[in-house]
RNA sequence: CGGGGAGUGGCGCAGCCUGGUAGCGCGCCAGUUUUGGGAACUGGAUGUCGCAGGUUCGAAUCCUGUCUCCCCGACCA
């Protein structure tokens, strides 16, 4: 591609508006236009981006023996009430009436439509297993989209769907997906991790997420320093803490805290540390029933895993009112004695002695309390958020924290869209038997902004080989030189004919200006053509990356780059 | 959805308080000189000041409404 016939629009200031360093690079490399709020043009440089996440991850789907579809962007809502999925999906999902009033949605994941696809088709054991995937551009409402392609309304994802006739066999297909999914991240050049996701609602089944660690990234993992375990910290296990509570020593007494609210600031006042108190965590879910949570005073509640003990679909703190309403005092001065609600704890919680608590009343807590002697409560469940250097929960190794991108999800069904939308097939007994699915989401665009928020510098983007948009680009310092564009050109086409995606800066602009934008673009290796370097019959060829400079002898440099190219790809 | 902020040329912003010919930097066009890390000079083009009402002799500026965008939070198979 020449640069002066290309549509490149470079940006030297960020746009206002871009707050990750993904979506600012994206926006300044010309690859990506905001047209509303997480709703983008791809321009020619992004789109080529974009090309070359879906073909790895069309190679690789394909490898793993699942079939390419495409289905329909605009979904009738007949399916989705089939589902029972019209009515539970709030506002994220993008509502719709034709001409005939008729209801549609923009679909944001497609579990009806293959079903139905599926429903109709495949009749036999026979036919089966069954992965069918798609490239396709969803939608979803988001209520606050933002970073760019990180978390756009529009976006693309691929999509597959798995069909099977037992667990077992769903089994396979299964970890089909999830091998293929590491070589689809591990081609991609990224630094990932695949944890092991809550999963959700559906229960019962269970989920991995493809995390490409970076500071940015919007979810909290856990991996152990020294076995494969790693986890969303939603759904990291923690074991319970060995050994009996320590016999109390210590009576029960109240102790004036005045205006002492937080855990830390009666823990400091008793000369105590955190983890010698307790907090009591008031908390309300969906049915407006109310529960009371006993932490640690150090340690963090993980709704989710309250949640899923409870078997609600949210919980949120109590406001003051309620609060007062049951305790009688206002908040930061609750404790578990004479609470008049369910009361859980945390299995931490269960060998501890001797610890501080809110006393029920304003201005005082007590101290030296102790489990059993001065209160009860309904369960020790494990409740807490695991963090970095708690125990692994599957070896006796430690964990540790980072912070991760979403960029796929393998999730294992089971029979719940079969079951709602009656997909059966007959086996080899003739006997009707509901389909096990599975589904599995890669995120296309999100892929690739994770890979800019591990690959880039002061200066720009600095493209792993497999996902750049070119592999090489071609800068004529001075293409007004007759030699220079001869050279300049001439280079360009022996690498074409070598089947290199290569750049040619054709441009009439300044050396510094060239090598800015070239640097910003992230195009992993660059050859300078000057006069300079002519004069010794050489090129010069310059490592993104690195910022490595060598001279390259004219004759022979097309091999060379052609070469580095290969060798980079395969590395991948 | 709750809280906060912003809409002025392609991009980044000033002007608004205290109403009176719409400005700056970058970019863009033409020319000259330049040419190995975002050149200099000269000349030039580009705006219904988000939209709709209102107040006023006069509104980017004041008032009302509305839309959009951004940030924090909540939400997220």
């Known amino acids: 591609m020449r640069y002066t016939q290309y549509f490149l629009p470079t940006l030297k200031e960020t746009p206002a508006d871009a707050e990750v360093v993904s979506h600012q690079l994206m926006a ?10 997480g709703i983008y043009d791809y321009l020619p440089l992004g789109l080529r981006v974009i090309r070359k996440v879906e073909n790895i991850v069309r190679q690789e789907m394909d490898r793993a023996g699942a079939i390419e579809i495409l289905m329909p962007a605009v979904c009738p809502a007949d399916l989705w009430e089939q589902s029972g999925r019209w009515q539970q999906y709030g506002k994220e999902l993008l509502r719709l009436k034709d001409r005939k009033d008729t209801e549609f949605c923009v679909g944001p994941t497609h579990e009806e439509v293959v079903t139905e696809i599926v429903r109709g088709t495949v009749n ?20 606050r989209p933002r970073f760019g392609l990180m978390r756009g309304r529009e976006f693309i994802m691929k999509d597959a769907y798995s069909f099977d ?13 999830y091998q293929a999914y590491r070589r689809i991240f591990k081609r991609c050049g990224l630094k990932f991790r695949a944890v092991e996701a809550d999963s959700g609602a559906i229960g019962g089944s269970f989920s991995h ?6 500071e940015t990234g919007e979810d909290a993992i856990v991996s152990c320093d020294s076995c494969e375990y790693a986890a969303n910290v939603e759904k990291a296990e923690l074991r319970a803490a060995s050994g009996e509570a320590p016999v109390p020593t210590l009576p029960l007494e109240r102790v004036k805290t005045p205006n002492l609210r937080s855990i830390e600031d009666v823990a400091a006042f008793l000369k105590e540390t955190p983890a010698k108190m307790i907090k009591t965590l008031v908390l309300q879910n969906e049915n407006e029933e109310v529960f009371a949570v006993l932490m640690r005073g150090d340690h963090t509640l993980n709704e989710i895993k309250l949640c899923n003990y409870l078997g609600c ?9 309620i609060i007062k309403k049951l305790t009688g005092a206002p908040r930061g001065f609750t404790g578990p004695i004479g609470l008049a609600c369910r009361v859980l704890a945390d299995q931490a919680v269960a060998v501890m002695s001797d610890f501080g608590l809110g006393a029920n009343e304003a201005d005082y807590h007590l101290t030296g309390a102790n489990y059993g002697r001065d209160f009860e409560v309904e369960a020790f469940v494990d409740l807490r958020q695991a963090g970095a250097g708690d125990s692994c929960p599957r070896c006796e190794g430690k964990l540790e924290a980072w912070r991760g991108i979403e960029v796929g999800h393998v999730f294992k069904l089971g029979t719940k869209y079969s079951d709602a939308m009656n997909a059966t097939v007959l086996d080899d007994e003739g006997k009707d038997r509901t389909l096990i699915m599975g589904c599995y989401g890669i995120g296309i665009g999100r892929t690739a902004a994770a890979s800019i928020e591990q690959n880039h510098d002061d200066n720009g983007i600095v493209w792993p080989m497999p996902l750049a948009p070119f592999q090489v680009i071609v800068t004529m310092l001075n293409p007004g030189d007759e030699a220079v564009f001869a050279a300049g050109e001439k280079l360009y086409l022996d ?7 290569v750049l040619l800066d054709d441009r009439d602009e300044r050396p510094g200006s060239k090598f800015k ?7 992993p290796l660059r050859v300078n053509v000057g006069a300079r370097g002519l004069k010794e019959h050489s090129f010069e060829l310059q490592d993104r990356r690195g910022g490595e400079r060598v001279m390259l002898p004219i004759e022979g440099a097309a091999a060379t780059i052609v070469e580095q190219v290969r060798t980079a790809l395969a590395a991948g």
């Open 209 to 214: 997420e493809f995390m490409v660690l970076a």
């Open 165 to 177: 006739i037992d667990d077992a066999s769903a089994d396979i297909s299964y970890e089909k997906m």
């Open 495 to 501: 690498l074409l004919a070598e089947g290199i995606e």
């Open 124 to 143: 036999s054991y026979r036919q089966l297993p069954l992965n069918m995937y798609q490239i396709q551009t969803k939608f979803r409402d988001e209520m």
């Open 313 to 321: 679909n949210h919980v949120q703190l109590a406001d003051e009112e």
């Open 517 to 523: 934008d070239a640097d910003l673009l992230g195009i």
């Open 28 to 37: 300044r490399a010309g690859m990506i236009r905001k047209v509303a709020a």
